[in-house]
């Protein structure tokens, strides 16, 4: 046994070496990839809210065979891992495919012995992006899609013996206009290497003529109730769903009811689930003919709410069981060096998630794309919350015109055809989440990225499912629809003034993008690796790191509600991660910033306007381009200015403002927009001396180690701004919180 193991172990690594032609032999790799066999990829079970006690893994080697779009191969030309894309590492291929072409799958399954008289149904969890399947060279059908799961009935195609298996996958990647997340063709900042075909499990399960398709649990903490929703295919009109519920593996409450119909339970004082203590309860779910058990399944719920209210201080708030929840998190690409859309295993797209919470996070934001249920079954057990983006798409070559402009006054006027795909896949994707607690915010568009008739699509997808909120625009072009007002700052941070967002909850979508590159760590050390700002150590890092959280949580007492930094890992590229991108190197110490995000948590307080900046309304300002004698700033000539100023490119210019203080204060914050080298001085003491790059949204900066400076009385603040890069706007605002 042992000897024939490390044959099996020796093959397995030879077949890697011999079909990893066009791979670079110095490409990085995880500590999960290490381990990887054809024997245990992915073989955990793959729908975890709705889990029957049979099924089988089809995860495995294949054949494969890439030829012209419109040809079927002659033969196969090697073996592929599947769930991996054929352009990653762990796929044993490495080979990319192009739109004039097709991938193909070749396989054999045997249906287990037991299953005889049941349907069977063959799952894919996600193949991108057309999709033809064929079992015993019959056509079972097509899908169109590359996020979304599906399945087909393959009961009527099946045949004494053995089944073959095949599948064709035609991609278009981004010369077409479909949903396709961050992948190009080539690859360059923030685009990463394509993904063409399976990339999530495919398996089989066996089910009788009826079955319980899916269950959708909807909590009421208010009512004290749970309603499941549910779908039973080919129900009779006899057709019942017992629904038990169970609490620490004890009973607590049990209904039968009609199928396809809503089943609402009592729940006597539940027990709320949160980030710091994620409940779950278990269901078990069975569906009768009469008296006849016909299915049976096992599932869970969350007793949880996701709101938008008013808090004390009067700002639009994010609420988690009807309580004001601040929300941090980061950007959360999901992308691995090896298996790119496809974490490892199991156990490394959990360490991820593990690792935010260690570091203080109690959120992330899921970038461009989808994960396996799996994912979201995690995140509902350790208590982590999502916010759901839609993957976006458009065509590179016509990006002019389908990637939006931040100030464009029109959205994309997307083709009718291209439209209704969008629709299907978001709904399609949104119907498979909906039931993970953990998801509370779904984000149908990011920077403009294929951006269409924003305000049907966000009021669709409020309609679509009321429990949770929409960020309808993430960053870049905001049509002031939807429960957010989210805007996007590098480094940062910054927020939109909540006054002028009424009945919209204030967010930060993204910021941060703080670079460290590694040594021996870099997805390809020939390219250009880049952070927003770039640093080159860990201590510098931090400095920088912790410079942005100090100035960042002063805006959670203007009514900033949540914040999402860039990002989790590297990715090719981007060296702006928390980890490496093969999770070697944490480049942060955990415990340090979890020091430092604890700030994020603390309950706002007032603040309060020392001097107004004009992004709401016009403020006075006086400017001389002649520098001043900051002991006699009364007696030199200033100019008179409303701002914001205009000021010109290699502009040289000080802006003097007044303020009086009855009672000093220990905590100050300044809001500016500048572009070039800026200098502030309060009573004469230099306070701020750094290089200001402001773009749509104005900087944060926390000046409370400098308050010694202020006095009772009468104060004077100079800015000097020079060297300007570029035509800009200059502005700026002191408060007190």
Not at 365 to 394: C, N
Not at 473 to 480: C, M
Request: hydrophobic letters at 35%; proline letters at 5%; glycine letters at 6%.
């Amino acid at each position: 046994m042992k000897n024939n193991l490390l044959i099996y172990i020796f093959l397995f690594s030879g077949f890697f070496a011999m079909n990893a032609q066009s791979l670079k032999d110095n490409r990085i790799e995880t500590p999960w990839a290490k381990k990887l066999t054809s024997e245990n990829a992915w073989k955990e079970y793959p729908r975890p809210q709705l889990e029957r006690d049979s099924w089988v893994s089809l995860n495995g080697l294949w054949d494969y065979a890439i030829t012209d779009k419109e040809s079927e191969p002659e033969d196969y030309q090697g073996k592929i891992l599947v769930p991996f894309c054929i352009e990653s590492s762990l796929s044993g291929v490495g080979k990319p495919v192009m739109p004039n072409q097709k991938l193909w799958y070749n396989t054999s399954f045997e249906i287990p012995s037991k299953w005889k008289g049941k349907n069977v149904l063959l799952h894919f969890d996600a193949v991108d992006w057309e999709t033809k399947v064929w079992i015993n060279n019959e056509l079972v059908g097509t899908h169109k899609g590359g996020s979304d799961p599906f399945y087909f009935d393959i009961t009527d195609y099946m045949v004494e013996g053995d089944q073959n298996l095949i599948i064709s996958v035609w991609d278009p990647t981004d010369t077409g206009m479909q949903p396709r997340g961050k992948q190009v063709l080539e690859p360059k900042g923030i685009w990463y290497t394509a993904v063409t075909g399976i990339w999530q499990s495919v398996w089989l399960e066996p089910v009788d003529e009826m079955f319980i398709e899916s269950v959708n649990p909807i909590a009421d903490i208010d009512k004290e109730t749970i309603t499941i929703q549910n779908n039973v295919i080919n129900a009779s009109s006899n057709a019942q769903l017992n629904v038990v519920v169970k609490k620490d593996g004890k009973i607590i409450a049990e209904k039968t009811g009609p199928v396809n119909e809503d089943i609402t339970i009592s729940i006597d004082h539940p027990t709320l689930w949160s980030p710091e203590n994620p409940f779950l309860y278990d269901l078990e779910i069975s569906l009768y003919d009469n008296d006849n058990m016909l299915d049976k399944a096992t599932s869970y719920f969350a007793m949880r709410k996701v709101s938008r209210g008013m808090d004390e201080l009067g700002y639009e708030r994010i609420f988690l069981n009807n309580e004001p929840k601040f929300q941090y998190g980061t950007l959360d690409q999901g992308w691995w060096p090896g298996g790119l859309l496809t974490p490892p295993s199991d156990e490394a797209m959990r360490y991820d998630m593990d690792m935010l919470k260690k570091m203080g996070f109690n959120m992330l934001r899921k970038h461009i794309k989808v994960e396996p249920s799996r994912y979201y079954y995690y995140a509902d057990k350790i208590g982590m919350l999502i916010w759901q983006d839609m993957v976006t798409g458009f065509q590179t070559q016509h990006s002019d015109v389908q990637h939006v402009g931040a100030t464009a006054e029109k959205d994309w006027n997307r083709p009718q055809e291209s439209v209704k795909q969008f629709e299907t896949e978001w709904q399609s994707i949104m119907n498979h989440l909906k039931f993970f607690p953990s998801i509370v915010t779904w984000v149908p568009f990011n920077e403009g990225w294929g951006q269409f008739e924003t305000k049907r699509i966000v009021e669709w997808t409020k309609q679509h499912d009321p429990s949770r909120l929409v960020d309808g625009v993430s960053g870049w072009t905001d049509r002031r629809v939807g429960d957010m007002m989210d805007v996007h700052q590098y480094p940062g941070p910054g927020m939109e003034p909540a006054e002028l967002n009424k009945g919209r909850i204030a967010v930060l979508g993204e910021f941060g993008g703080l670079g460290l590159p590694v040594e021996d760590h870099l997805w390809n050390p020939g390219m250009r690796n880049w952070g927003y700002r770039t640093y080159h150590s860990e201590e510098e890092l931090y400095k920088e790191y912790k410079d942005l959280i100090q100035n960042m949580y002063p805006m959670i007492n203007r009514g900033l509600s949540a914040a999402i930094y860039t990002q989790t890992t590297d990715v090719e590229g981007e060296v702006n991660g928390l980890m490496t991108y093969d999770r070697e190197v944490v480049k942060i110490d955990p415990e340090r910033i979890r020091e430092l995000n604890e700030m994020m948590y603390r309950k706002p307080g007032n603040s309060n306007v020392i001097l107004s900046d004009s992004e709401a309304a016009e403020q006075d300002f006086s400017i001389t381009s002649k520098k001043p004698d900051m002991e006699k700033l009364e007696k030199i000539d200033l100019k008179k200015s409303k701002g914001p100023v205009q000021l010109k490119k290699d502009d040289h210019i000080w802006a003097v403002r007044s303020f009086e203080l009855e009672n000093l204060t220990d905590n100050l914050q300044l809001r500016i927009y500048a572009l070039g080298d800026v200098k502030v001085y309060i009573n004469g003491e230099v306070v701020l001396d750094k290089f200001l790059r402001t773009k749509r949204h104005y900087d944060e900066i926390n000046l409370s180690s400098h308050t010694s400076a202020l006095k009772k009385g009468k104060n004077q603040i100079v800015v000097e701004v020079k060297d300007t890069r570029s035509d800009s706007d200059f502005d700026f605002g002191l408060y007190s919180f």
